[in-house]
């Protein structure tokens, strides 16, 4: 099971930024996928979430608005639009699969996002 998330870097307050995650080793179209990030010396917290179709996604307050999260079965791939972003959106991003697979949780390196004038 393998989550590679791309496309973070720096941008200034305002801009935008879109993450991509491949995803391989178990049945992706069958899980729910979400977007989850960690401040710098916070704990990790869970921003976007989509369903198997990509027909229903659910955001934290924090983001509801700005960030839009989608998903293309064909290819195994998660994104994760992201506007108007703050400074306090500033992160490490990963995806995962919502519920674990075969019983693990798996995690990928992340994507750094740093907003900053």
């Known amino acids: 099971v393998q989550f590679v998330e791309s496309g973070g870097g720096l941008v200034q307050p305002g801009g935008s930024l879109r993450l991509s995650c491949q995803v391989s080793g178990f ?3 069958s899980y729910g996928m979400g977007w ?3 401040p710098p010396g916070k704990e990790r917290e869970l921003v976007a ?3 198997t179709a990509g027909g229903s996604t659910v955001y934290a307050d924090s983001v509801k608005g700005r960030f839009t999260i ?3 079965n064909s290819k195994n791939m998660v ?3 992201m ?3 703050k400074p306090e959106d500033t ?3 990963y995806c995962n699969s919502i519920s674990t697979v075969g019983g693990r ?3 990928g390196k992340g994507t750094l996002v740093t907003v900053s004038s």
């Open 83 to 85: 506007n108007s972003l």
């Open 91 to 93: 992160a490490v991003y």
């Open 27 to 29: 049945t992706f179209r």
């Open 79 to 81: 994104y994760l639009q």
């Open 36 to 38: 989850y990030r960690q």
């Open 49 to 51: 979430t989509i369903n």
């Open 70 to 72: 989608s998903r293309d």
């Open 105 to 107: 949780r798996y995690w």
